[in-house]
């Protein structure tokens, strides 16, 4: 009788294994099945791939082209619009953004032309692309026109992201006779003074781009975050909540205290904050020094976000990365924001640990 009875609970407990792994099983063939089809494109070959802009910068040449001698250095009170056309090679190295259009397609990033657009157009075009997804990039100091559409695109291109992206391009960086090696001081106050006028531009652009109904990823670097945090937390502050999917802060030159006096009001901003940041960020520590003040990327636990330290894998691509301060567009932060944009959430992402209890980050991003 025993022996019947055991052999009925092992028979149910066999049935309800097979059901439990058959569900898993089935949940993980789902996951891939989702991952499969919301990447349509595999971005395994060279391509020319649309980077829509927004930039206050004025116009230097009515020539219809995204060189460095197109959009300049002065705020603008007219926004231009349009789309850049660029060639994205199958064979950069991660991080590397090599221009020269007389070279290997495959080897070099290229600009293959630009179409220029009004306000209405533009977000026409961004509302009527087939993926339910935006990609917002905002750059940081000393950043000309040219080099924030091709980052755009890489990180587009290495994401293998399948929305429209946008590069928000407020007037960063400096005539080539005025980047002298003194006068980096200069620079960095002229491009302070840029970013705090590109506030309300900016608020204007992120409401009407939040209004299409989209998911809208924001990511920004270094001083970009000048332009983009007190924005995001007035409108915010407003009553508009959850208007951002992802906000990906990596390395902010921005106040501690001042991040933390508005971040109430940019949790309500975003379904998630992810905040890269870096002891060793040279940069960072220049700017404390300029400001008086410890910067927001340079590791201190905030509630509500995400803070990972990624010292240990900051390493230097072709200059990139050598101030400890261009790691946002590298591949392990960019395999890190992979999974940022599929939701899984920071304690199940590939290669992060969690960091000590005295440590100013939450998270540690392995080497």
Known sequence: MNLVKNNKKHSIFLIFLLVLLN?????????????????????????????????????????????????????DINPHYGICLVNIPSKHIIGDISLDNAQDKNQFFQFKGRINTDDKEFLSKIKSSASNEVLVFVHGFNVNF????????????????????????????????????????????????????????????????????????????SMGHQVVLPSVATLAKQGKNKFLSELILNAPDFDKNEFEFILSDLTKSSERITLYCSPGDNALVASQKVNGAPRAGMCFKYSGVDVINVNEVDDPVFGVGGLGHGYYSSRPILTDIYQVLLGVSVERRLFIRKSGPKNGENFVLRK
């Not at 993980?28 to 494109?41: A, L």
């Not at 994401?159 to 980047?179: I, M, N, R």
């Not at 491009?191 to 209004?211: Q, V, Y």
């Open 23 to 75: 569900s898993l099983f089935s949940c993980t063939t789902k996951i891939g099945e989702q991952i499969n089809k919301r990447i349509v494109d595999p971005f395994d070959e060279t391509k020319i791939l649309n980077v829509h802009f927004v930039t206050t910068r004025r116009e230097m040449t009515m020539k219809d082209n995204c060189d460095p001698l197109s959009f300049g250095f002065i705020t």
């Open 146 to 221: 040219d080099e924030a559409v091709l980052r755009a695109g890489q990180i587009k291109y290495d994401l293998k992201f399948p929305g429209e992206v946008v590069v928000y391009s407020w007037p960063a960086g400096a005539d080539a006779g005025l980047l002298g090696q003194v006068m980096v001081k200069s620079t960095y106050d002229l491009n302070f003074t840029e970013a705090k006028i590109n506030r309300e531009p900016f608020a204007k652009f992120l409401t009407d781009i939040t209004g299409l109904g989209k998911k809208i990823h924001l990511v920004v670097h």
